[in-house]
């Protein structure tokens, strides 16, 4: 309030003066009256102004005290309060670290909890109902009957009954039942609570957890039939089991060790086990190791049947201890009659073996499963030049011939590691130097059960073979040299006119690219047509076994024509046995075209005016022409064979000699002589003479 006054009163100076100031706009410069007046106010003004002055400094003052003492009061009240904020927030904080905990942990854990006041029936759920049930918390969210509706109908009546239970006896509340989930399914929860009692026994609420169990009760019930079926299988497998105490009294066995010997459990069980052992030291043998804490593998007995038979097993047996205490024996016993007898068979099928390849007179070999040698014959060591030491495992290559002795091994290890039968000629030397040629030949061995035991194989001399195959190749590459070498035309052709072979002379003949572009085709179309029938009439009946010959008429591929002559013979194919034609067919088109010409000639001196004769070395007419003859007075066939000089006058005989003699240093001659015809009559011939 003071404060107040005094601003109102600093107010009240300014506006005195204010108000003078204006006054003294309005007056006359500077009367005296005014400015005493002005002097007098402005003095009382200031006097006002100290006053005022003095209690603003006194109630300033005042007021400083009064503010520190309220500033230090509040500046307290604010560090309480700060305190109690500060107290507050870590409060907060804490219940916020633990709620998140809690939460964290409900979470974790897959539960759901709950929290339900039986005086309300409030309920309150939190946690992973929505993962375990398909509902939110809101949905299930409804006392204790909203709970109870979601438990199977089989499940609830055992559900209020623990309740009670639990209630009254004041203990855990636990119970294992079915749930409905959202979707219809139901799942096991196993449901873990208890009971908050007051101070006068009352309840107050009951807490508790629930979990999803099914996968637990999934693997329960697992555990269940595995148990069952391993049950089954120690009771009714396929392999002998029992169980001996430490005094040798049989205390258990299964169905199959019952079956295998014939026994009934009443006959079996109670009784000493060496009882039926055919083996008195074997069973003494057996006890003594168990009880010494040995471990018996594949143990060899024979044990007695109901019936009197003998079975041959295998015994695999140890002992269960319990705080060093015998309690019984874990024996399987395994049937192994049937091999038994199977290795007896066996045994005597190799001694059959042996004895018949003794005497073989084919190498006979025997190998493991790697291609090593186990087993020979005598003869398959006399064609080899070892003995039966030498021929074992990788022995039997040192016989093999040097530098074939690498590709052989590869090929023959390649072979038995992919269990294949093997076939090969390969050179062998022996311990002298010799080089034997031989046929190997090996196929696998396997079990019963289709696994690969070895190998058997036979060692065959083909070295005479070889040699024989040697000369007859050598022979057979002196036939294909002559032949490739051979002017004629050779050749091989089916029967269905295939060009099953031809050399280099023929090919030319027909003019073919190559032998490629002419093998495994018809020699038909080569053939003149005029020909073609009669060549294919050839060619089958020397597939039958028929020689033949034929002049015939061929077109090249280059379209030029020639005359052959074949020769064929019917050979047998090496690859089928059937018949194949074999020719010899040589080119007679000069010739055919000599004859030709030959032919025209004649006809030409058949019908010449002039008189022309031909002559053989020996002075006879073989050919006259009808002028000829006729001027001499004959018939042309009367004149064939005639000596030439009965045609001539005795006195001109020397006379055509000596032009005789003249042609043949000339090639020509000619002279003019006396004739005499048939009729004795004489006329004069001027005679040329040609040679030819």
């Known amino acids: 309030m003071q404060v107040g006054a005094f601003i109102n009163q600093i107010e009240t100076m300014r506006t005195r003066v204010a108000v003078l100031d204006q006054r003294v706009k309005q007056l006359p410069w500077q009367p005296q009256n005014f400015l005493e007046e002005v002097f007098e106010e402005v003095g009382i003004a200031l006097e006002e102004l100290q006053v005022a002055q003095k209690e603003l400094l006194q109630q300033n003052e005042e007021l400083e005290i009064r503010v520190e003492e309220r500033t230090a009061q509040l500046r307290l009240a604010n560090e309480q309060l700060r305190e109690e904020i500060a107290q507050r927030q870590r409060a907060e904080a804490i219940a916020t670290e633990w709620k998140s905990r809690y939460e964290a942990a409900i979470q974790l854990n897959g539960k759901i909890f709950y929290e339900w006041n039986p005086h309300t029936e409030a309920s309150l759920y939190s946690g992973n109902s929505e993962k375990i049930l398909g509902y939110s918390i809101e949905e299930i969210t409804g006392g204790l009957t909203r709970w109870s509706e979601l438990i199977h109908p089989d499940d609830r009546d055992a559900f209020y009954q623990q309740l009670e239970h639990t209630r009254a006896n004041k203990e855990p509340f636990h119970l294992e039942y079915r749930i409905r989930r959202k979707d219809g399914s139901y799942i096991f929860v196993q449901d873990e609570g208890y ?74 069980i109670g009784n000493h086990i060496s009882e039926f052992h055919a083996d008195k030291e074997v069973i003494d043998d057996i006890l003594r190791r168990l009880t010494a804490n040995e471990t018996l593998y594949d143990y060899e007995a024979r044990l007695l049947c109901k019936d009197g038979s003998i079975k041959h097993v295998l015994i695999d047996s140890n002992v269960y201890w319990k705080d060093g205490q015998f309690i019984h ?20 099928s190799e001694e059959r073996f042996r004895s018949l390849s003794a005497c073989s007179p084919v190498g006979i070999f025997l190998t493991d499963i790697e291609g090593r040698g186990t087993y020979t014959n005598p003869r398959c060591q006399a064609i080899c030049g070892f003995t039966l030491e030498e021929s074992l495992g990788d022995g039997w290559l040192n016989s093999v011939y040097p530098e074939d002795r690498q590709k052989v091994f590869a090929q023959w290890s390649e072979t038995t590691r992919e269990g294949r039968s093997y076939s090969d000629e390969l050179r062998l030397q022996t311990k002298e130097g010799s080089i034997r040629w031989v046929h190997v030949r090996s196929s696998p061995m396997f079990s019963d059960q289709g696994e690969l035991i070895g190998h058997v194989g036979t060692v065959e001399d083909i070295t005479e073979r070889k040699q024989a195959l040697d ?11 002559i032949v490739e ?60 076994g028929n020689r033949g010959t034929l002049e015939f008429e061929i077109i090249g591929f280059q379209g030029t024509r020639r005359w052959m002559e074949t020769h064929a013979v019917p050979l047998r194919s090496e690859s089928d046995g059937t018949l194949v034609h074999l020719a010899i067919t040589r080119d007679i088109t000069a010739r055919k075209q000599t004859e030709e010409e030959l032919c025209q000639l004649n006809t030409a001196l ?47 005989l020397q006379k055509l000699v000596d032009a005789y003699q003249q042609m043949l240093k000339t090639g020509k001659a000619e002279v003019e002589a006396r004739g005499v015809r048939k009729d004795g009559s004489i006329f004069y011939k001027q005679v040329v003479m040609v040679a030819a």
């Open 195 to 268: 009971f908050l009692f007051d101070t006068a026994g009352e309840v107050v609420t009951w807490l508790g957890f629930v979990c999803d169990i099914s996968k637990r009760k999934q693997l329960e019930a697992e555990l269940c039939r595995r148990e069952q079926e391993l049950s089954d299988f120690v009771n009714n497998g396929a392999m002998g089991l029992h169980w001996v105490g430490a005094d040798g009294i049989i205390v258990w066995a299964n169905q199959a060790e019952l079956e295998l010997l014939g026994y009934s459990h009443e006959e079996y």
């Open 329 to 348: 024996t874990r024996c399987f016993t395994r049937d192994i009659t049937q091999s038994k007898q199977a290795q007896q068979k066996l045994r005597e």
């Open 606 to 652: 058949e019908n010449a005016v002039e008189g022309i004769s031909r002559l053989d070395t020996q002075g006879h007419y073989i050919t006259v022409n009808k002028a000829y003859a006729s001027t001499l007075g004959y018939q042309p066939e009367e004149m064939i064979g005639m000596a030439w000089q009965l045609t001539v006058h005795p006195d001109d």
């Open 485 to 544: 070498t051979e002017p004629e035309c050779v050749k091989l052709v089916a029967s269905d006119g295939t060009l099953l072979d031809m050399n280099p002379a023929g090919l030319a003949m027909i003019e073919a690219p190559s032998a490629d572009a002419v093998m495994g085709q018809s020699v038909y179309s080569l053939i003149a047509p005029r020909h073609r029938e009669a060549f294919v009439a050839l060619n089958e009946n020397v597939c039958q």
């Open 471 to 481: 000369r007859l190749t050598e022979s057979e590459n002196r036939w294909r040299a």
